[in-house]
């Protein structure tokens, strides 16, 4: 059986095979373990229940599982069991009449989902995944987001479960279903999309965390940001401390062994494993709580700037001297000892940039792979730069970036300056003035002309598309975020106005319209 939405053209996901077979191993031994060593407190609800209410122990609701298929999912019976309790609203609100004494506590202590575990055991739920809707409502959803939802297993809690911990006291018995639907639902909807696109295993044992943790007394009131609900406090600890923290160890004991083999041979040295270990322990936890100090561990390195390299310098440093100064203070004035802890920190910075660095340092080699290797360049479309200022820089630095290296190649720049002709700018060479560029163009197979000079103005413009109308060339007009920063600056502090809000370059610009904002052209 399946709800009404097609799921023949299941969204495309990330297909993430082995991950979800250790999820899979995962939720079957923790819901046997759940199911076998709380049998017995299941055994005492059970009994209550039937003891207050008469009717079975287990309410089973029809649910919509991964791919649209329905199941019956299970829960410990929190309402009377009458034609009325079946007739009513699909959602539940907190002064529903239906529900029991009993099944009031249960729903606010969560136990009723407890068995649940039965479900995630037969392979119908998980621990982690959106939670299930009911079928009647989930037809509601939009075919595109039903697809994606459904591209997984439901499970006992969720993102959004998390955050809706306390959904049955957000609603009203008056107009329940239109106020479930219009409120709640679609910011329900969009964490379990959030979900979706970003599960792992991690993001599990934060969920489950969350769950855990926010059912405490104490705790129940704090409502966690939407943010580190995705990348919770798991996620946090392992990816930005516990793994680097891994690596780092791993570079310092490789350091170590590299210095060790080097100094053997110049001078016969006796190593105590034990010590030097318990010495690279410390050392790299001093290091660690520097590295916190400073925020070198809230870097993204594969988006990291010279900045991050120097502050990471700076804890090493830090680290590096501290360690010096307490052999100094504990009396150890070996000189070889002191080489070997110098030459291994030396290696160990070079290992951590290494490491943190590898994905540009891979990139650049197998790009000069390529480049010998080939004839990439050959290919590759020849650019003209006009301009040596601090836009013509952006624009170099960007065709530099791997994304565009093979694509395009830099044939020269063109300035007017005399003084710079022939020279080097940025590692590119001045070939020309703009009153000679389309003999340049044409000497050089130019496809793209670049315009970088922030003294352009629409005139320069109309006279260098004359000078280029006869040849097969591209022309492109950069934009000049310099000077429109500049330019902002003064108008945001009511500075007079500037020649640079009426360039050509700032023509579309943030300061432009930022000043007409602030000096309206009827002059009120």
Known sequence: MGISISISGVLKQEAKPVSDFFKRIFDIVVSLTVLVLCAPFFALIALAITRETPGPVFYRGARVGRGGKCFKILKFRTMYENPQSY????????????????????????????????????????????????PTLATEWPAEVAREILSVRPGITSPSSVMYRDEESLLCADNLINQYLCDLSPNKIRLDQLYVRHRSFLLDLDTMLWTVLLLLPRLRAYSPPESFLIVGPVTRLIKRHVSW?????????????????????????????????????????????????????????DKATNRDAARLTMAWLIATAAVVAIHFAVGITSDLRRILILMSSIFFLTGMLLARYRSRVLIGLLRSIVIRRTKAKATAERVLI??????????????????????????????????????????????GETNNIAGIVKEKDVGLVILADHRLDESSYSLLREALKDIPVRIAVAPDLYGSMEGLSRAVSGGPSTPALDSFQCRHCLARIRSHVETPADGK
């Open 87 to 134: 007739a009513g609203p699909r959602v539940t609100a907190q002064d529903d009449i239906r529900v029991t004494p009993l099944g009031h506590w249960l729903r606010d202590t969560k136990l009723n989902e407890f068995p649940q575990f039965w479900n995630v055991l037969k392979g119908e739920m998980s621990l982690v995944g959106p939670r299930p809707e009911d």
């Open 245 to 301: 923290y891994i690596l780092d160890f791993l570079v310092l004991l490789f350091s170590i062994g590299i210095s060790v083999m080097l100094l053997r041979d110049v001078a016969p040295i006796r190593i105590d494993w034990i010590a030097l270990l318990e010495m690279a322990f410390a050392y790299l936890a001093l290091y660690s709580l520097i590295a916190v100090k400073t925020g070198a561990n809230l870097t993204r390195w």
């Open 386 to 431: 006009v301009g040596s200022g601090r836009t013509a820089e952006h624009v170099l630095w960007l065709l530099d970036h791997p994304s565009y290296s093979l694509k395009y190649q830099v044939a020269g720049i063109i300035d007017d300056d005399l003084f710079s002709q022939g020279m080097k700018v940025y590692g590119v060479k001045v070939v």
